[in-house]
């Protein structure tokens, strides 16, 4: 017998547009003869299916059902495409684990702890796990450009704390300049973490749960045509990802240690993709995404299909390992 699976899209932020391509590509890709695939999308205001002529129907968020002509359908497991709050910051994962229904993707604990990007950092650093010289900064509090140059020097790069998809981030040259970074950051969050401006190669990996086994994915080095991995360079198509990175066959696989190893100090399942800078022969920890990017132009599926790992295949991993 077929099983429903909810697909959940949309979310709080602006990464919803590219929340809707990747819940369309995983409903496209599902195997139909396994499952039956129903697009949820969640907003501030509504949570609906919608259909295929874009009709839609309230989902009851009691037990998260939905009623489709005098039809009450549940479903067996929700597939979580969405980046951002509140599909990657732990809220969608408290809820079904309260309601009783399987999610895709990692903990509540774990999708909080990564998508806040200096706790995470902190977290890890105990672990050895390097990280850019960075400073902390609240909304509302007092700051002194000076203080913050003293600590990261210049170039740094001044971004939102709890943001994906590089929305809110600058790079900023000259100390006159940060008070502008700092406010166009704290548009988007209320924390914002500025950061060294670290020069060297940078890395997009991916590690997952395939199978029953953590698998890691060949990496993805980023050329932006930019003056960083930005939002313009990673969904207009200014920048250049190279699948496998031209890298060395010793930093490869010291980049996928490092990679795995933060994986399970993090507890995390499902999906994955971490971001690297290598300077020198030293990579340094960016972030984590637990809910990447799965639309045909995201890295993840790029690194998938080089690891010869369909579509299809990975996204019917994922739902077998919580439905089991």
Not at 132 to 160: H, M, Q, R, W
Not at 249 to 262: F, P
Request: glycine share 6%; aromatic share 10%.
């Amino acid at each position: 017998m077929k099983k429903n699976i909810a697909i959940i899209m949309g979310g709080y932020s602006e990464e919803a547009p590219v929340s809707l391509k990747s819940a369309r590509v995983v409903a496209n890709h599902l195997n139909k003869e396994k499952y039956t695939p129903y697009l949820v999308r969640i907003d501030r205001d509504k949570w609906v299916y919608v259909d295929e002529q874009n009709t839609e129907y309230p989902i009851n968020r009691n037990d998260f059902s939905v009623v489709i002509n005098g039809q009450k359908i549940t479903f067996e497991a929700v597939f979580n495409a969405i980046h951002g709050t509140p599909g990657e910051d732990g809220y969608l994962q408290a809820y079904f684990n309260l309601i009783g229904v399987p999610l895709t993707g990692c903990s509540m604990y774990a999708s909080a702890l990564t998508f806040n990007k200096r706790d995470m950092l902190s977290v890890l650093k105990p672990f050895g796990i390097l990280s850019a010289p960075s400073y902390y900064l609240n909304k509302g509090e007092n700051y002194s450009t000076a203080d913050i140059v003293a600590k990261v020097g210049l170039p740094c790069f001044v971004k939102p704390n709890k943001a994906g998809s590089s929305l809110g981030a600058s790079k900023v040259n000259e100390e006159a300049a940060l008070k502008e970074a700092i406010d166009k950051a704290f548009a988007v969050d209320d924390e914002i973490l500025i950061e060294s401006f670290l020069k060297g190669t940078e890395i997009s990996i991916g590690v997952i749960k395939y199978r029953g086994a953590i698998k890691v994915l060949p990496m993805t080095e980023i050329v932006s045509e930019n003056d960083f991995f930005d939002y313009d360079a990673k969904y207009n198509g200014k920048s250049q990802e190279i699948t496998p990175a031209r890298i060395s066959e010793e930093m490869t696989a010291k980049i996928n240690a490092l990679a795995e190893r933060v994986y399970r100090l993090l507890k995390m399942e499902g999906f994955s993709r971490s971001e690297f800078i290598i300077v020198g022969d030293t990579p340094y920890l960016l972030e984590m995404n637990t809910t990447p990017g799965l639309s045909e132009a995201s890295l993840l599926p790029q690194q998938a299909k080089v690891a010869g790992i369909s579509l299809a295949d990975l996204f019917e991993s994922e739902i077998e390992r919580v439905l089991n």
